[in-house]
Structure formats: C-alpha cells, structure tokens
C-alpha cells in the first residue's frame, strides 16, 4: 500500500482567498489523482496525472489548477475559493490496476 | 455511457451476512473493485476482481461478478459493527486507457446493529 498524505485535514476559508491542497506520496507511484466529493458523497475525478510534469483534466470542470513538479507531490490549487468550492477533496496514487487514497481535505468556503 | 449505480443504505445485524450489490454499464470494464469509506477518512481498497473471474474470496469478503447482468456484489460474512462504513463500488472502464481513471457508485451506507 501507497502512504499518502494530505494537509491540511480541515480548512475553513473566507471568499476570494486563494488556497493550495497538498498531496504528497512515498511510494514513487507516477499515477496521481484529485477527486471532489459532493455531499451525496459520489466522487468525481477533476484532475490527473502520469508523471512529472503531466497534468489532465478529469471528468468534472473543475476551476482549480494542479501541478506535478516532482513525483511526490500533486498539489491542488484555486486561485479563488467561492462557497462552491466547498466540499471533501481527496488526493490518490495509482499502480497498475490498484488505487490508493489519501485522508482527505474538507474545505469549506464562507 | 459509463454508470455506476449501486443502493443507497442497508441495515442488518452483527453476525449476520451483508450483501452490497452494484450494476455497472460498460461491458468492457477491466477491473471492478471495492472500497470502503469510514466517517472522516478517506477511502480504502478493499478488494477488486479481474473482468474475467466469476469469484473471489479474502477471509470475510466475497466478491461476484455476473458479466451477463453486468452486476457486482460484495458479501460481507459475520459482519461486526466496525463493518459500518460506506462502500463504493467502480469500474475501471477500457476507455480510461493507461490512465487508471476510475468510475465510482454512490456509495451503500451499511449500517451494523448490535
């Protein structure tokens, strides 16, 4: 299994600030993903990436920005956080057919 | 297109058996698999089965797949109360090429009563 791990756990934040969610792995996995988790709880992917300096769109338009300058980090950035923002983020690696996630960040946007 | 969809909440009784069932719609999904998700957490493997297995089975967890109905279960045999959780079921649909994109269900609420 993959160590993930995700800071900060919780955030809460006021209108317009810009924030940036780190995801940082251990494992040298190249595949990383960003998935958003509405309330309903369904996750949705909105950003991956295959490597260093890889970076897709997932399914879901998202507004944030990733990057993925080295192989242990994929942080995830919005440049301005609305109250739509506001949901569970969850960072994952992937080796060969396998998934594995992180904690989690749970922001709130005021 | 690729869909997941699985029921929203079971309720049974420590010791008895549960049964999580999922249907999916892309026939040529790959891999399926099961995660667990507990209050706060984020979400973990639990297991996953090959598209061209009809069974398998990890201590209390049985997984079955019928490619026919295109129709995913997971049986949960003398479930405790650290059995509450909810689990999602995905597909890792033959499209997502190389890039291990995953499709996920709604999520079962298993709720265990003592």
């Known amino acids: 299994e993959a160590d993930i791990y995700q800071t900060p756990r919780y955030l809460v934040i006021g209108t317009g600030k810009k924030i940036t969610l780190e995801c940082s792995q251990t494992m040298g996995h190249d595949k990383m993903y960003w998935y958003q988790q509405d309330p309903g709880m369904e996750l949705h992917l909105i950003h991956y990436s295959y490597g260093v300096n890889s970076t897709e769109k997932g399914d879901l338009s998202s507004e944030s920005t990733v990057s993925r300058i080295r192989t242990e980090h994929f942080p995830l950035t919005l440049e301005s956080a609305r109250p739509s923002h506001t949901s569970q983020y969850l960072c994952?690696?992937?080796?060969?057919?396998?998934?594995?996630f992180g904690p989690g960040t749970r922001l709130t946007v005021t | 297109g690729e869909d997941v969809e699985q029921s929203l909440f079971l309720s049974v009784r420590e010791g008895d058996s549960s049964v999580i069932n999922c249907t999916y719609t892309d026939s040529s999904s790959t891999y399926l698999y099961w995660y667990k998700q507990e209050p706060g957490a984020g979400l973990q493997l639990l297991t996953y089965i090959f598209s061209n297995m009809d069974m398998k089975q990890d201590q209390r967890l049985t997984v079955l797949l019928n490619k026919k109905d295109k129709h995913l279960s997971l049986r949960i045999a003398d479930t405790q109360t650290g059995d509450s959780a909810i689990y999602f079921c995905?597909?890792?649909?033959?499209?997502?090429?190389?890039?291990?994109?995953?499709?996920f269900g709604q999520g079962t609420t298993l709720q265990v009563k003592p």
């Open positions: 994952a690696t992937g080796v060969r057919y396998e998934q594995y």
């Open positions: 995905a597909e890792s649909p033959v499209g997502s090429g190389n890039t291990g994109k995953l499709i």
